[in-house]
């Protein structure tokens, strides 16, 4: 014989519900002044222009400051030292390669 039985049969448990949506995000914070970009999409260049400052003049009280911007220069694939725009531009073109420096250095 064998049988059997007979119980009751065993049911799934209900599947749970389903979870709430997530928030949306925040909208961004508005912008301080002095740091949203300009029309350039330059953070820093709009805060120079906030404060007075207009493209060709030098720094300072008495504009006797640089007017053009330090770049980088790369040297290597891991070094880079820090020159003058116009330096930089020049040293590229006497290299004769764009990006470029004369003996692999630029002169600061």
């Known amino acids: 014989g064998g049988g059997g039985g007979g119980g009751a049969v065993a049911r ?4 749970p519900p389903p979870l709430p949506k997530a928030p949306a995000a925040p909208p ?7 740091f949203a970009a300009d029309a350039s999409g330059d953070p820093g260049l709009a805060m120079m222009k906030s404060m007075g400052w207009v493209e060709g003049r030098g720094l300072g009280s008495a504009e ?9 220069k790369k040297t290597t694939a891991n070094a880079a030292v820090i020159v003058n725009a116009e330096q930089a531009a020049a040293a590229a ?3 004769g390669a764009p ?3 004369a003996g692999g250095r630029a002169a600061v």
């Not at 961004?28 to 002095?34: A, D, E, I, K, L």
């Open 12 to 15: 799934k448990p209900p599947p």
């Open 28 to 34: 961004p914070p508005p912008p301080v002044p002095g």
């Open 99 to 101: 990006g470029g420096t």
């Open 93 to 95: 073109a006497a290299a």
């Open 64 to 72: 006797q400051g640089m007017t053009t911007p330090l770049v980088a």
